[in-house]
Antibody
């Protein structure tokens, strides 16, 4: 079935780095843009980054711009998030999510919403 | 950046009742880019509605979305026990996505 499985979370000291992975299965990974979304403990959802289906376009939330890098390996059906210069406020559950594609009788559209989510991986930034 | 404000913060209702959740944007949002999600404790969010009013695959028809411009609504016509959860609205604009702060629907 369609599935996203995150890994790579853990406890890390402020200023250090961590790389998250998201393994996709059950769909044609290379056809979809992919996102990272995070949720701090007891808080709401915050979009983090997006990468286009072929990796040519990437966008970031202002809160992580210059520190985080999103990438993908379509040959491995895997999405990544490289997180550098981590701060306490980066503590959160990190979800990968698939960009929704839907089609009318004439055209297909994307960028509207996130239709498949992983179970999340917890990142704790603490000394 | 467009800010989404959801109200109320918490909605206390009984099973079988109708739930009406509001999402107000700080500036006009294209209806095509407004979505709603449900999240239960310890679980990932689930897409309910996209394009302001289109139900995602497998979503029961008791969930409906409406609205345009700056005011959007998620309606649950008759609450089932499994509908008690937190609901988020979300919008897309200028290569950025933002979420509302959430509305918790709790059992009265």
């Amino acid at each position: 079935q369609v599935q996203l499985v995150e890994s790579g979370g853990g406890v890390v000291q402020p200023g250090r780095s961590l790389r998250l992975s998201c393994a996709a299965s059950g769909f044609t990974f290379s056809s979809y843009a992919m996102h990272w979304v995070r949720q701090a403990p007891g808080k709401g959802l915050e979009w983090v980054a997006v990468i286009s289906y072929d990796g040519s376009n990437k966008y970031y939330a202002d809160s992580v711009k210059g520190r985080f890098t999103i990438s993908r390996d379509n040959s491995k059906n895997t999405l990544y998030l490289q997180m550098n210069s981590l701060r306490a406020e980066d503590t959160a559950v990190y979800y990968c999510a698939r960009d929704l594609i839907f089609c009318s009788s004439t055209s297909c559209y994307s960028g509207y919403a996130f239709d498949i989510w992983g179970q999340g991986t917890m990142v704790t930034v603490s000394s | 950046e467009i800010v989404l404000t959801q109200s109320p913060g918490t909605l206390s209702l009984s099973p079988g009742e109708r739930a009406t959740l509001s999402c107000r944007a700080s500036q006009s949002v294209s209806s095509s880019y407004l979505a709603w999600y449900q999240q239960k404790p310890g679980q990932a969010p689930r897409l309910l509605i996209y394009g302001a009013s289109s139900r995602a695959t497998g979503i029961p028809d008791r969930f409906s979305g409406s609205g345009s411009g700056t005011d959007f609504t998620l309606t649950i016509s008759r609450l089932e026990p499994e509908d008690f959860a937190v609901y988020y609205c979300q919008q897309y604009g200028s290569s950025s996505w933002t979420f509302g702060q959430g509305t918790k629907v709790e059992i009265k």
